[in-house]
């Protein structure tokens, strides 16, 4: 299960709600869940899709069936719809993510079936704005529509984390820049490799430098080739995957922080960078000018130059004083946007609204 999800059905746990997951059950990327029941489905792909879907849908609404929920939140699945319409629940639906960005490239079937969901539903959030304007074009109606991100506990990703012990642990002297990257290594799309490629430009200039990748994946292993290949593994240190209570601890070790994703909606690793008043560099995307504005709060580089990408990182290397500057308007603009308890009150008053 995805960790977003995972935080969600936390959140409403603790408020007193009982709660069920029904999930894809390849998915799980998030701890173990002990505070809720949860039915994984099989997994479907575009090799397995046909024989899969219609006993997904059938066992969907046999569970829906037994569970009896007053209301069903449906996170981006489109597929599992006609189990909560035949069902005849009130459904929410989240969307966010590629599954939505790709909707209008999407064949005729996915984006009459996704559009379908989006009318039947009660209400849509989404964790981006650019997300609203995919289904507004699609005929749903702006009203329909909230933007609500997954946003940050500042209570675990703040300015005031201890980042000392994890320079330490990693080998970082206090004299030394600390990049770092959060993104994962499962998929092409978010290019880690682009930040790879960039680090003996940035060597160059600046031999001090330590580069922090954090994340799993099954580029894992050419990954860590492309370092070995460029010769930077002194300055290179991959640290698996973090506990998610100890992310923000990595983040503060760090100066600044990377992303080289193709495609994002509202990214959280980014959010959680922010909140812990690190000075971003992130693709220019569209999604990632509703957080960052270029030498305004962060700096934007364009998706897969990592030449442009090292010279920016060189660029916040040579000036402290506009790294402290992006870091202090970040740490200001999650409290205000994006804080994860104003986040989930926003999604509650949805529920209360459509239980009525």
């Not at 069936?65 to 449906?74: A, C, E, F, N, T």
């Not at 990049?179 to 680090?199: G, K, M, Q, W």
């Amino acid at each position: 299960m995805h960790q977003h999800i995972y935080r969600w059905i936390e959140a409403f746990t603790k408020k007193g709600y009982n709660t069920s997951l029904i999930t894809d059950s390849n998915c799980w990327v998030a701890p173990e869940i002990r505070f809720t029941s949860v039915y994984a489905l099989p997994t479907t792909s575009k090799e397995n899709f046909a024989p899969l879907i219609l006993p997904n849908i059938l066992a969907t609404l046999g569970l829906l069936r037994k569970i009896k929920p007053d209301i069903v939140h449906l996170h981006a699945q489109h597929y599992l719809s006609p189990a909560i319409i035949l069902g005849n629940i009130s459904y929410i639906l989240t969307s966010w993510g590629v599954e939505v960005l790709n909707l209008p490239q999407a064949n005729f079937f996915f984006k009459s079936w996704a559009k379908i969901t989006a009318k039947k539903a009660k209400m849509i959030t989404v964790d981006a704005k650019l997300l609203k304007d995919i289904w507004v074009k699609n005929g749903i109606p702006a009203n329909k529509i909230k933007v609500i991100p997954f946003g940050v506990d500042t209570s675990l990703f703040n300015p005031h984390n201890d980042g000392a012990t994890v320079r330490k642990k990693l080998q970082i002297e206090d004299n030394e820049m600390a990049v770092i990257s959060t993104r994962p290594f499962h998929n092409h799309h978010y290019d880690v490799e682009c930040l790879i490629r960039a680090i003996p430009l940035v060597l160059k200039d600046h031999s001090e430098v330590k580069f922090i990748i954090k994340g799993r994946g099954p580029l894992e292993g050419y990954l860590k080739d492309l370092v070995k290949k460029l010769n930077v593994s002194e300055h290179t240190r991959f640290v698996g995957l973090v506990p998610y209570n100890e992310v923000g601890h990595y983040l503060s070790a760090a100066d600044i922080y990377v992303s080289t994703c193709f495609m994002d909606t509202t990214s959280v690793s980014l959010l959680e960078a922010m909140a812990c008043g690190v000075a971003p560099i992130v693709t220019d995307t569209v999604g990632n000018r509703e957080w960052i504005q270029d030498n305004v709060n962060g700096l934007l580089f364009p998706k897969g130059d990592h030449k442009t990408l090292a010279k920016k990182i060189i660029q916040l290397i040579e000036n402290k004083q506009l790294r402290k500057s992006f870091g202090r308007k970040c740490t200001q603009i999650v409290k205000e946007k994006a804080d994860w308890k104003k986040n989930v009150a926003e999604m509650e008053a949805i529920y209360q609204s459509n239980l009525k």
